[in-house]
């Protein structure tokens, strides 16, 4: 029996010390892979199990992509990535470093150590950066000063700069003639939406110096005719997506027009460009807007908006992709929708919330739009029984007409 336990422990013995083995002999381009998979925290305890696996962790291609996620634990849920890690990652790989992002709470400490590690990327040469806060103030409440300064670093030093995603900062004019002066060659998307301190001369000298941007985010106030002639230029590339954000901060606030001829100029330039438009504003300020023709695709109403300004919409909105209404009133919209059935014939998404609409205008607008609304997300509390058609009826019509089986949305019971 003795004998029989000792040759058992030995054929387990040998099974591990085979194991360990095959792990020792696995390539480094199949170690590399699997580290990619593990989450960093993983990954640095895994590269404290032999030489090789430490190595490994050390590889250039396992940091070309990262996200620094930085926070106070006392006031987030986000796991932040460990100081001496960073230490680390800037003394051996800030070289290394290509598709970075920052992610950041609310809080100016988290924001101010994302400001000392840029400031620290002297050696770096990225192609993206993106500056990402969970919520606000984060990034704007750093003094200006040392914003700009630790910016300035990562455009000076990074010549290929592609993608740059820096939403809710205190960037400035000059920071982006900056960014010009480095990149002017290599950037092609720019998103930058409440960043208060550039002003439309510094957004058209991106426009007139990166030809080729084919991607563009920005506020409703940096929009401007000269903008849009620069992006139509014979020398600029074929913008692809131009997402607008319209939002008022105070309630009466004045907001300019964009001629007509602009928008053509933008639409024989790109034909098939994306004009994205998030309208964050109050009844009384949709004045200047859907007067006249506009090439907007994708349409969102994040407040209330009236009878009058979607009947617009149905009218001037001929390459409406996507429309979304998060709230009207309690006019039913049935002449509306029944105008953007007519007149939008790419419309293959819509979603609406707190409206009215009765049964037989819902059905009418589902059979004249057919089969190419591929989305249709439609509150229950939305539809209005009538004459023609029940609660319990309408899906089955609707059914009918998409091809496919259709319900109105629930709200949930909890």
Same mark, same amino acid.
């Given at each position: 029996m003795l004998n029989q336990k000792r040759e058992t422990q030995e054929k387990q013995n040998k099974i591990v010390g085979s194991l360990d083995s095959d792990w020792a002999r696995l390539p480094q381009e199949l170690l590399l892979h699997i580290?990619?998979?593990?989450?960093?925290?993983?990954?640095?305890?895994?590269?404290?199990?032999? /030489?090789r696996w430490n190595q490994a962790f050390h590889m250039p291609e396992l940091w070309r992509c990262f996200e620094f996620e930085l926070n106070q634990p006392a006031s987030s849920y986000l796991k932040a990535t460990h100081p001496d890690l960073i230490k680390q990652i800037i003394k051996r790989h800030s070289n290394h470093l290509q598709y970075v992002s920052f992610k950041v709470? $609310?809080? &100016?400490?988290?924001?101010?150590?994302?400001? !000392?590690?840029?400031?620290?990327? #002297?050696?770096?040469? =990225?192609?993206?950066?993106?500056?990402?806060?969970?919520?606000?103030?984060s990034f704007m409440e750093v003094p200006k000063s040392?914003?700009? $300064?630790?910016?300035?670093? @990562?455009?000076?030093?990074?010549?290929?700069?592609?993608?740059?995603?820096?939403? !809710?900062?205190? *960037?400035? !004019?000059?920071? =982006?003639?900056?960014l010009v002066a480095n990149n002017s060659d290599t950037l092609k998307l720019l998103k930058m939406s409440s960043c208060p301190h550039v002003s439309p001369a510094g957004i058209l000298c991106v426009a007139d110096q990166?030809?080729?941007? /084919?991607?563009?985010?920005?506020?409703y106030h940096l929009l401007s005719d000269e903008l849009l002639l620069a992006l139509s230029s014979e020398k600029h590339v074929?913008?692809?997506?131009?997402?607008?954000?319209?939002?008022?901060?105070? +309630?009466?606030?004045?907001?300019? &027009? %964009?001629?007509?001829?602009?928008?053509?100029?933008? #639409?024989?330039?790109? +034909?098939?460009?994306? =004009?994205?438009?998030y309208f964050?504003?109050?009844? !009384?300020?949709?004045?200047?807007?859907?007067?006249?023709? %506009?090439? @907007?695709?994708?349409?969102?109403f994040g407040r209330s908006v009236s009878k009058e300004v979607l009947g617009r919409v149905g009218l001037h909105c001929p390459r409406l992709v996507e429309? *979304?209404?998060?709230?009207?009133? =309690?006019?039913?919209?049935?002449?509306?929708?029944? /105008?953007?059935?007519?007149?939008? &014939?790419?419309?293959?998404? %819509?979603?609406?919330?707190?409206?009215? #609409?009765?049964?037989?205008?819902?059905?009418?607008? *589902?059979?004249?739009?057919?089969?190419r609304l591929s989305q249709l997300s439609i509150m229950e509390e939305v539809l209005i029984p009538d004459h023609k058609?029940?609660?319990?009826? %309408?899906?089955?019509?609707?059914?009918?007409?998409?091809? /496919?089986?259709?319900? +109105?949305?629930?709200? +949930?019971?909890?």
């Open positions: 580290f990619q998979y593990l989450p960093l925290l993983d990954r640095a305890y895994a590269s404290q199990v032999c /030489r709470d $609310s809080s &100016t400490e988290s924001a101010e150590a994302a400001c !000392d590690i840029l400031s620290q990327l #002297v050696n770096c040469s =990225l192609k993206t950066l993106g500056l990402i806060s969970t919520a606000r103030p040392h914003f700009i $300064s630790a910016l300035t670093v @990562v455009f000076v030093n990074s010549k290929s700069l592609s993608s740059l995603k820096i939403d !809710d900062t205190p *960037v400035d !004019d000059p920071s =982006l003639k900056v990166c030809h080729g941007l /084919r991607e563009l985010a920005l506020n074929h913008l692809e997506h131009l997402r607008i954000d319209v939002v008022s901060e105070n +309630p009466g606030q004045h907001f300019h &027009t %964009i001629k007509k001829s602009s928008w053509d100029a933008m #639409v024989r330039h790109s +034909p098939k460009f994306n =004009l994205v438009m964050f504003l109050y009844e !009384d300020e949709f004045g200047p807007f859907f007067n006249e023709e %506009i090439p @907007v695709t994708h349409l969102y429309l *979304v209404v998060c709230a009207n009133g =309690l006019r039913p919209l049935d002449e509306e929708l029944i /105008r953007i059935a007519k007149h939008c &014939t790419q419309l293959s998404a %819509i979603g609406l919330g707190e409206c009215e #609409v009765s049964c037989s205008a819902f059905v009418e607008f *589902v059979k004249m739009c057919g089969r058609y029940s609660l319990d009826e %309408i899906h089955w019509e609707v059914s009918k007409h998409l091809g /496919r089986v259709w319900f +109105p949305d629930m709200m +949930p019971t909890w």
